[in-house]
């Protein structure tokens, strides 16, 4: 009996962390482009499948100009609560990414960039949910 609960045990961990990394990686695909410009929103949006969880165009995307090694902290020593979110103590260049017209699967976005500071959601050390910028340094 008592093998059997280690096994379950160890087997909800496992799904647990499959769970956080599934989430990570697509945090990485919707947020992190060291190279992104303004005016590579709609392209880069496109190749990299971006969209909402009913196939919609979203109507924001925020793309970090950053490698992951420099925001992954974030979520330990650069960064501090932010509400329910972690709130990164640096500025990142960011481009922001807003849907100005088209349909699912053929959506147009124009770009603007921008330094602030970023707030998003940390799970397990990893950053998982971009939440906002900052626009004041608070």
Do not use: W
């Amino acid at each position: 009996m008592r093998t059997q609960f280690v096994l379950l045990l160890s087997a909800t961990v496992l799904c647990v962390n499959a769970n956080i990394s599934e989430r990570y990686q697509k945090f990485i695909n919707q947020h992190i482009f060291q190279r992104m410009s303004v005016d590579r929103c709609t392209s880069v949006i496109a190749s990299r499948r971006i969209k909402t969880a009913d196939n919609e165009c979203k109507e924001t995307n925020t793309f970090i100009r950053a490698t992951t090694g420099l925001v992954k902290p974030i979520c330990d020593h650069a960064g501090e609560p932010y509400g329910e979110m972690t709130k990164s103590t640096k500025p990142f260049d960011i481009v922001v990414c807003k849907l100005k017209g088209g349909r699912p699967g053929h959506c147009e976005y124009r770009g603007n960039s921008y330094t602030r500071k970023i707030a998003i959601r940390c799970e397990q050390g990893l950053p998982v949910h971009f939440d906002r910028d900052i626009v004041n340094f608070e």
